[in-house]
């Protein structure tokens, strides 16, 4: 090849692969907004869930306690035991405190009582105040998490259960949640034998299909974090851990 021609070819090597890199580029900005609004829409239908949990929760307890004063004139021994258990119950959950964080402690409450109203054992240790994260992140991020997790415990025949741990380390968040799981569907790209491995090791169970691992990955991730998720097989039982740097733009 003559000088020229080398110039001109490599001139239009350059061209394609910018061009490659801008179609890249773009792809993974309509997977971003794609996944944005996916979130926004869970925030949305998590927090209109929870505050009408909360709403009917509160009327509920009011009318067992009418219906105790009523029926407590009857002596109907039987009925005020059970409607005493229910009224605990109600109370018990308003008044559960996982941690100082307003937005974690309501998502915390919230998905307690779902478990417990499917007879799934709920756990929590949780060691977190303040966070400098948005309600509506920190709502995808452990609204996504909470749904995996008892979504699969639907799927187990016996003793379900959840495991909930938050704590902080220095500039860290640090989260680990186990739940009980039967099966997953793996993707082919990474072998399930391995320690912890990226949302992409998994497809969705779902029906239609679902963005929660990708959706947690890309939370995780604008906070310099990392995002792990084990299937181990044998205990049956599937572990998310991550990790979030509190204050990215200082590292």
């Avoid at 909360?54 to 039987?78: A, F």
């Avoid at 998994?202 to 299937?231: D, W």
């Amino acid at each position: 090849m003559t000088p020229p021609l080398l110039f001109t070819v490599a001139l239009l090597l350059i061209f394609y692969w910018f061009l490659f890199q801008e179609t890249v580029l773009r792809k993974k900005d309509n997977e971003y907004q794609k996944t944005v609004q996916i979130q926004q829409l869970q925030y949305q239908s998590i927090s209109r869930e929870i505050e009408s949990a909360r709403r009917n929760s509160h009327d509920m307890k009011h009318y067992l306690q009418g219906m105790y004063e009523l029926l407590e004139q009857g002596q109907v021994e039987e009925v005020k035991e059970r409607l005493t258990q229910v009224v605990e119950r109600v109370d018990h959950r308003e008044n559960e405190n996982y941690c100082e964080n307003p937005a974690v402690n309501v998502l915390l409450q919230y998905y307690a009582g779902l478990a417990r109203d499917e007879d799934i054992r709920f756990e929590a240790k949780v060691e977190c105040g303040e966070l400098p994260i948005p309600n509506m992140e920190l709502t995808t991020l452990f609204g996504n998490i909470l749904d995996n997790a008892i979504y699969s415990c639907r799927q187990v025949k016996k003793e379900p259960r959840i495991d909930v741990k938050i704590g902080m380390i220095g500039d860290s968040l640090l989260v680990l949640v186990t739940n009980s799981c039967e099966k997953v569907y793996p993707s082919g790209l990474y072998r399930m034998d391995a320690d912890f491995v990226p949302a992409e090791a998994f497809v969705s169970g779902k029906q239609g299909g679902g963005f929660g691992l990708k959706s947690i990955t890309m939370t995780v991730q604008k906070y310099r974090g990392e995002a792990g998720f084990q299937f181990d097989e044998k205990a049956q039982k599937f572990t998310t851990r991550i990790r979030m740097n509190l204050h990215p733009k200082m590292l």
